[in-house]
């Protein structure tokens, strides 16, 4: 069975976290009473309701800049039930559109796909003021185009926005900061670049933001977001320091930051209590770690790869108290001295990389009791001594076992493991060296009355040695006298 590995581990963290975010955002989605018709009734489908006309068009609008021209023959899109569309009714029995969703997730999830030469987003949609959902993905790839400013029109209503994957270009517009109803803003994986804008501020109850996988740079703008469970900004351009205003949310779940430029210490985490998924790998970080990672007991992935100017060395109580950590990345980091023991106490670690460092010393026999581990990466550091891992755990981690290019480990012969297994032999690490015994002298004489000595390995014990002495001095002294 192939295991995960950190990345696969990772995305499925996070697609986890938004999937149970969207799901509880759509729960809520239809007991917001709207100002217009009063409150939407979440129910049985009342029969004969019809869809409110102006909202229709909008819709028939939609689906043709989509690429849906056959949606223009349903006399009633709401009583049409495709996937992609959902309708509430008002007290008064009308329908009103509350959520479209446009591309092919997967095969559970067939949205209205969209025609990759000619789709857009119409103006129309502003025509929909009760549209609470708006879902694109992988929708204008093959005719790139900025993210229409017009949807911040949608201010009074829309709590979900995603437009994944679609090849939007240019900058994020300032105007989705008059989304202040948002709570998920998904704009993943396109060509945006500039800055991030200053408006998003306006967004107070946001709880999701990811604006991963993009080309944007500068720095993260003095804003905060009381509500944040999600931040992904991996991926960017981005520079300057950790953005202090976001680290005192107690309610972020989640904060990935990896592959930008952000430089500095850092700071206290102290106030990130519930943080489950840290990810700050590969940019430009300096040491040392705070020692307030210790008060972050919620935390399962803990990513900090590819930052050579953290240079520093590890407390052994560092990652102590931290009993749900899963995943523990400090590769290449220039760490120096040995090899905190807390980590050996981290019952539930599967997946440990501290390989491309100076780390010197044995490793702790207490890595012995990681039960869990199914990856690890020891190799380009100055360890030596014994692996204290059994043959089985060995063989389970097979070839995501990386020992190799230390100055002397070894294994000790009672462990079970042996020059046969290739995970070893491969990183040229051999049997752990057996005590000597103790070279003997022995002396004896030839004929014509000089002695001679002779070394050779004994084992006898300190007594018979004694005895073979005083036995050999008798000899000695008696061939002397005749």
């Known amino acids: 069975m192939l295991l995960p590995s950190i990345k696969e581990m990772k995305m499925k963290f996070g697609m986890l976290l938004v999937l149970l975010l969207v799901k509880v955002e759509l729960g809520m989605a239809f007991t917001v009473v709207m100002p217009d018709s009063g409150a939407l009734i979440d129910g049985p489908q009342p029969y004969g309701a019809q869809t409110d006309p102006k909202e229709q068009e909008a819709v028939y609008d939609m689906m043709r800049a989509t690429g849906n021209d056959w949606a223009t023959e349903i006399p009633n899109v709401c009583r049409g039930r495709w996937h992609g569309i959902e309708c509430v009714p008002d007290k008064d029995n009308v329908f009103h559109v509350v959520s479209l969703s446009f591309g092919s997730l997967s095969d559970d999830t067939a949205f209205p796909t969209c025609d990759p030469n000619r789709s857009s987003i119409s103006p129309s949609i502003t025509k929909l003021p009760h549209l609470r959902s708006l879902f694109f993905y992988r929708c204008f790839t093959n005719n790139p185009q900025p993210i229409p400013s017009f949807l911040g029109q949608l201010g009074s209503s829309l709590q979900t926005l995603v437009l994944r994957e679609n090849g939007h270009v240019g900058p994020i517009p300032p105007q989705l900061g008059n989304l202040t109803r948002l709570t998920i803003l998904d704009l993943h994986k396109n060509n945006l670049n500039g800055s991030i804008p200053y408006s998003l501020g306006q967004i107070p109850n946001l709880r999701s933001l990811d604006l991963s996988c993009n080309k944007l740079s500068g720095s993260f703008p003095n804003i905060s977001f009381p509500s944040l469970n999600i931040l992904d900004?991996?991926?960017?351009?981005?520079?300057?320091?950790?953005?202090?205003?976001?680290?005192?949310?107690?309610?972020?779940?989640?904060?990935?930051?990896?592959?930008?430029?952000?430089?500095?210490?850092?700071?206290?985490?102290?106030?990130?209590?519930?943080?489950?998924?840290?990810?700050?790998?590969?940019?430009?970080?300096?040491?040392?770690?705070?020692?307030?990672?210790?008060?972050?007991?919620?935390?399962?992935?803990?990513?900090?790869?590819?930052?050579?100017?953290?240079?520093?060395?590890?407390?052994?109580?560092?990652?102590?108290?931290?009993n749900n950590l899963i995943i523990l990345g400090l590769s290449n980091t220039n760490l120096g001295g040995p090899i905190p023991e807390s980590i050996g106490q981290l019952a539930m670690l599967r997946v440990l990389h501290l390989d491309g460092n100076q780390l010197n010393g044995t490793i702790p026999p207490t890595f012995a009791n990681l039960n869990s581990l199914s990856e690890l990466r020891l190799d380009n550091n100055k360890l030596v001594g014994p692996i204290p891992f059994k043959r089985e755990r060995v063989w389970k981690m097979g070839r995501k076992l990386r020992i190799h290019n230390n100055l002397g480990l070894c294994y000790d012969e009672k462990s079970g493991l042996g020059d046969d297994l290739d995970t070893l032999a491969s990183a040229g690490i051999g049997l752990c060296d057996v005590p000597k015994p103790v070279p003997v002298q022995h002396i004896s004489t030839l004929d014509d009355g000089n002695m001679i000595k002779s070394t050779t390995k004994s084992s006898a014990s300190p007594h018979n040695k004694i005895v073979f002495l005083r036995l050999t001095a008798t000899f000695i002294f008696v061939s002397c006298l005749l």
């Not at 972020?252 to 700071?267: A, F, H, T, V, Y």
């Open 233 to 322: 900004l991996n991926q960017n351009h981005l520079k300057g320091s950790l953005p202090i205003s976001l680290l005192t949310s107690t309610c972020l779940l989640k904060m990935d930051l990896s592959r930008n430029r952000i430089s500095g210490p850092i700071p206290n985490l102290n106030n990130l209590r519930n943080l489950i998924l840290l990810d700050l790998s590969y940019n430009v970080l300096t040491g040392p770690l705070p020692n307030t990672l210790q008060d972050i007991k919620a935390l399962e992935a803990l990513i900090l790869n590819g930052n050579p100017s953290i240079s520093t060395t590890l407390p052994k109580d560092m990652f102590l108290g931290l």
